[in-house]
């Protein structure tokens, strides 16, 4: 039974959905226009078409998008490849959001071939976030926690403990990808710590979220459904629409596997409702999944079988390796329930064969070794700093004795003025 995953999105996507917060975007979408009507020169347009396509891109989805093109076409011409790099990251960020992660890829690339050319240690951080989330989608769960790392040590570097934060959910959904619980809730707990510590609550609702996700694989359906609640609480207080729509998805699988159909049913239908308003495509796939395996339950088997086709579609069209996975089970189990038993072998076998790519020993192994590198490569860099300090430590000491042996030198050397002063007091004749 796949659950969707609550999965960071950069702050650049976030958007409260408030009259005050809509107010001043139009304030600023104004002004934004403004500066453009004073024809400003050309990497000043790109900078503006793309803050313009970051105050659009939930207002006006097809407008926000125009001035993301125009930024791209601007950026090229300019030959400014800082400039180029950020356009092509707005648009792999746009792609992403809403579930086309080849082209989401393709942008990727585009901004790969810029970043030999300048050194922003932002844009890079950002790069290798997006494609790490772009290959934990895609399955590539090694590939993943590589390109997270890299991001995750350029967050220490800028001090951005949100980001880190935010780093570490994704290597914990990398280890629940592949199995391991304990580990993933492990990373978890390390983000949840930090969002505390920093008042961050949108993230502490992602935290929460992702350990209900494994205290469900655990079966422990009431820790499940506690942590899925108060994620819930906190995304619904401050109108965080995507992920009440996460929250709304998780608590209706838990119902589906707990048998409270109604329930279920009640709440993925208020999720794909979201799903469709936001035009997220994994939202809408999942939500589509999560249907049929409710339809199957329920004995409903010609519009599960519907759902299943629809979402095998999509997924291999979107690139879902995961999600294609997950259905070739669930088919799998639906024609074992109907007596079509040589269908569901066949299922069975497509499912081991793309489990097998998916989650593997080699996978499993090179995760932990990119963990154990990261970890090592911390504590020489702690080693190192160390060192530092105890040299500075060395010669401030080496410093203080100077000045102290100074000022003893500088007391008998007075001592001496003040007794040869004296002598000369009292042999007025006497030479010093």
């Known amino acids: 039974m796949n659950n969707i995953t609550i999965i960071w999105v950069l702050p650049a996507l976030v958007i409260l959905f408030s009259p005050g ?48 093109q125009k930024a791209i076409e601007l950026s090229q011409v300019t030959g400014d490849k800082k400039r180029v790099a950020k356009a092509f990251l707005k648009l792999a960020l746009y792609y992403d959001y809403r579930g086309d992660l080849l082209k989401a890829k393709e942008a990727l690339d585009k901004l790969e071939q810029q970043l030999p050319f300048f050194h922003d240690i932002n844009i890079e951080a950002a790069f290798y976030m997006e494609r790490g989330i772009i290959f934990y989608y895609q399955g590539n769960y090694d590939k993943a926690v590589r390109d997270i790392y890299e991001a995750l040590e350029n967050y220490e570097r800028l001090g951005d403990s949100a980001t880190v934060a935010a780093c570490n959910i994704l290597i914990g959904e990398a280890y629940r990808k592949l199995e391991n619980p304990d580990r993933a809730l492990f990373y978890f707990n390390k983000a949840l710590n930090i969002y ?116 095998l579609e999509a997924a291999g069209r979107l690139g879902y390796k995961d999600m294609i996975m997950d259905t070739y089970l669930a088919l799998s189990n639906l024609y074992e329930e109907t007596g079509n038993y040589r269908l569901a072998l066949g299922y069975r076998k497509d499912y081991e064969t793309w489990r097998d790519s998916l989650i593997n020993e080699k996978h499993m192994n090179q995760v932990k070794e990119l963990e154990l590198k990261y970890e090592t490569a911390k504590k020489d860099q702690q080693i190192i700093m160390l060192d530092k300090e105890k040299e500075i430590q060395k010669k401030e000491a080496q410093r203080q004795s100077t000045l102290k042996n100074a000022f003893i030198a500088g007391d008998f050397f007075i001592f001496q003025i003040n007794c040869s002063y004296s002598a000369v007091d009292n042999h007025p004749d006497l030479v010093v």
Do not use: C, W
Not at 25 to 30: E, I, N, P, Q, R
Not at 56 to 61: A, N, W
Not at 286 to 311: H, M, Q, R
């Open 21 to 68: 917060a809509k107010a001043r975007s139009d304030a600023k979408t104004d002004s934004l226009h403004a500066l453009l009507a004073t024809n400003p020169a050309d990497t000043t347009k790109v900078d503006v078409f793309i803050s313009l396509h970051q105050q659009l891109s939930e207002l006006d989805t097809a407008k926000s998008f125009e001035y993301l």
């Open 196 to 311: 505390k510590n920093t008042g961050d609550e949108k993230g502490m609702a992602m935290a929460l979220g992702n350990m209900g996700i494994v205290y469900k694989s655990k079966n422990d359906y009431a820790k499940a459904l506690e942590y899925y609640q108060q994620s819930l609480q906190i995304n619904q207080k401050y109108g965080f629409r995507e992920e009440v729509r996460i929250d709304l998805s998780n608590i209706a699988s838990l119902y589906t596997d707990m048998g409270e159909y109604e329930k279920a049913l009640k709440y993925h239908t208020q999720s794909l409702e979201l799903a469709q308003l936001s035009g997220s495509q994994y939202g809408i796939v999942n939500s589509t999944y999560n249907l049929a395996i409710l339809k199957s339950k329920t004995g409903d088997y010609k519009s599960s079988l519907a759902g299943f086709n629809e979402v």
